[in-house]
Every structure is written in structure tokens, then in C-alpha cells.
Nanobody
Framework: QVQLVESGGGLVQAGGSLRLSCAAS????????MGWFRQAPGKEREFVAA????????YYTSSVKGRFTISRDNAKNTVFLQMNSLKPEDTAVYFC?????????????????WGQGTQVTVSS
């Protein structure tokens, strides 16, 4: 079993930055791919970014390319999401997820473990 705990959310003005962190415990972190998803009120949970177990591959949804960066530190069992140039439409609860595979995945259904989420609110 894997436990994931997100942190770093908050309220920020448009154009600002936030860095989300997700601390993992319970299994060998370097053996599984990680992803970030988000869910806005009244909307379905959507893919944001993913990273392979070795950091060799990353994927981003088109709306965040060039603004968000996913990274991981396997020595610290942590994955990060650096979010720059934030927009009001980025407002959502952000979830960290882990997949029992080395390869980065973009589909929500491919993830086995989920954190509880952290709120990100971007004001205009």
C-alpha cells in the first residue's frame, strides 16, 4: 500500500506561482510513475502532468505546457509540481497519484494510489 500526502496549495493572484509537493510512503517510490490531476467544482477530475519512475519521461496537458513543471526526488520520496503564470482557470483541487508501472501515464484509470488533494485558488 502507498500513502500520498500533498501540500503547498493556497491562494495566489493571477500570474503568481505555487509549488505543490507530494510525499509518498509505504513502498519503493522509485518503482512507480507519478502524476498530478485536478478537479474544479462541478467538473470531472482531469490529467495535469505525469512523470516516469526514472524522470526520463514527462507529459503535460496542453493548457499547462510551458507553465507547469513536474519533477521528482526519489531519494526523498517526493514529487513536485511547479506552477508558474497561474490563471484563474487553474483553480481546482490538485491530486497526486501513483501508478504501479515505470512508465508515465495520462489516464486517470491507470493510477492505483491517490492523495487527499490540496486546494489551489487563483484570483483574478
Amino acid at each position: 500500500q502507498v500513502q500520498l500526502v500533498e501540500s503547498g496549495g493556497g491562494l495566489v493572484q493571477a500570474g503568481g506561482s505555487l509549488r505543490l509537493s507530494c510525499a509518498a510512503s509505504g513502498r519503493t517510490f522509485s518503482n512507480y510513475a507519478m502524476g498530478w490531476f485536478r478537479q474544479a467544482p462541478g467538473k470531472e477530475r482531469e490529467f495535469v502532468a505525469a512523470i516516469s519512475s526514472s524522470s526520463s519521461t514527462t507529459y503535460y496537458t496542453s493548457s499547462v505546457k510551458g507553465r507547469f513543471t513536474i519533477s521528482r526526488d526519489n531519494a526523498k520520496n517526493t514529487v513536485f509540481l511547479q506552477m508558474n503564470s497561474l490563471k484563474p482557470e487553474d483553480t481546482a483541487v490538485y491530486f497526486c497519484a501513483g501508478s504501479d508501472t515505470y512508465y508515465a501515464k495520462t489516464s486517470l484509470r491507470m493510477y492505483d494510489y491517490w492523495g487527499q488533494g490540496t486546494q489551489v485558488t487563483v484570483s483574478s
